[in-house]
Each structure stands twice: as C-alpha cells, then as structure tokens.
C-alpha cells in the first residue's frame, strides 16, 4: 500500500499539472474541486496527504481544513495549504486552522515534490494494512484505513475472539460472554455471526475447530472448517 495524496482545487491545470508530477513518484493521487467535494472525498479514500488550496468557491482552504480538523476519521491526515497569498498574516490563519505546512504559489514542482517527500516521511506505513484493530471506545473495528462498524453481538463475538489471539473458544463460553445465561439462542446463531464477520473481515482470521468452537488468528492463510 502506498501513500494517498488528495489535491483540492479550483484550478483545473493545477490539478491535472500536480497530480501527473506525483503520480511520476509513485503517489496515489485523488483530486477535488472544492472544500465540499475535497471533505467528502478524504472520508472516502483516506488520503495521508491533504494540499489544499487556500481561495475557493463554495467552501474556501480555511473553512476545509476546520472542518477536517473536526472530524474524528481524518485526525491522522497531514494538510499543507496551497496559496498565491503568501504574506504572514495569511500563513498564521492557516496555521491557525490546523495545516501542517504551507507552500506559495506559483508551484515550483521540484520543491513541491521535495516537500510533500519529507512530509509524508514522518508517516510510517503498516507491514500489514489488512491487520485488524478493534476499538472498543469507538465500538469500531479498523482494518488499515478503512472503519467497519459492527453491529453489536457481531462487535462482542469478535473482540471476544480477538482478545486472546490463538485460543479456542468452545460454543459455551461464546454463547455465556456474548448472549448470556439467560438468554435461549438457536445452535445456528454463532455461525451465522461466524459468517457475517468473515464476509466483512476476510475469511483467514477466523478459524472453525468442527464440534468444539472457534479462535482468532492474526495470521493465517488457510481456515480450518
């Protein structure tokens, strides 16, 4: 998995102009239009990298980055303004908002390029992007960047798993943590929830032992049904 790279802008030729420059470096590249399009798409892709251009329509680069500020999912994403108004009081404002960095424009690709290199250098990549982490604050699971929200029993019955990685949980301490005592389920109902959470999480980390139960596997290629 490499770097994410959102480009927001008003400016047709300097998206397509940027973008084809860090796309040469091995980027992925996404671009935007403005501030609203630019927030919607930063939630869908996750960019690492956010240069934001500082005058738009609709929402300008001030307003986009408080708003990316303010939200939870994006907290991690790295913005660097983009903008032809270089004097200092300007650079203070963005600052103020949030960014990281600012560069003026006219661009100058080459110091362009050199500082998005250093920027994203202070950002390390996970070995394994499809590792799965389970947030029971935010009642979230993440699998690299993307978020998965599980409904309850599904969220229980997988941190149960997951919190003791390697260990075979029988069908009786599943059904005891995860639905209760008194509570009367089907014998159908774990596996069902076995099969809902494969379809979401992937079918190597959840591993049937046939009549006994099942355990979590952070690693593991081939599922034992």
């Not at 102009?17 to 403005?34: C, H, I, M, Q, S």
């Not at 950002?123 to 935010?138: A, M, S």
């Not at 190597?204 to 009549?211: A, C, E, Q, R, S």
């Not at 596997?217 to 081939?222: L, M, V």
Request: overall charge negative; charged content about 30%; proline content about 4%.
């Amino acid at each position: 998995m490499g770097y994410r790279i959102l480009l927001i802008d008003d400016e047709v030729d300097i998206l397509e102009f940027v973008r084809y420059n860090l796309e040469r470096d091995g980027y992925e590249v996404f671009t935007a239009p403005n501030g609203a399009v630019g927030i919607e798409m930063a939630l869908s892709v996750k960019p690492h990298l956010i240069l934001l251009d500082m005058m738009m329509p609709v929402m300008d680069g001030l307003e986009t980055c408080q708003a990316i500020r303010s939200m939870p999912e994006l907290k991690k994403v790295m913005v660097v303004f983009l903008s032809a108004v270089g004097n200092e009081e300007v650079q203070l404002q963005g600052y103020g908002a949030g960014a990281d960095d600012y560069i003026n424009k006219p661009i100058k690709m080459n110091i362009l390029r050199s500082r998005v290199k250093a920027i994203l250098s202070r950002i390390t990549l996970p070995d394994n992007p499809d590792e799965l982490i389970i947030d029971t604050e935010h009642h979230q699971v993440r699998r690299g960047d993307e978020v998965l929200i599980l409904p309850r029993k599904e969220f229980m019955l997988l941190n149960l798993l997951y919190s003791h990685p390697g260990r075979l949980f029988t069908r009786e301490e599943i059904y005891r943590e995860v639905w209760g005592d008194k509570v009367i389920v089907g014998d159908r109902t774990i596996d069902v929830h076995i099969r809902k959470l494969r379809q979401k999480i992937g079918d190597n980390h959840i591993v049937t032992i046939k009549g006994v139960g099942y355990k979590f596997e952070k690693d593991n290629d081939t599922n034992k049904e």
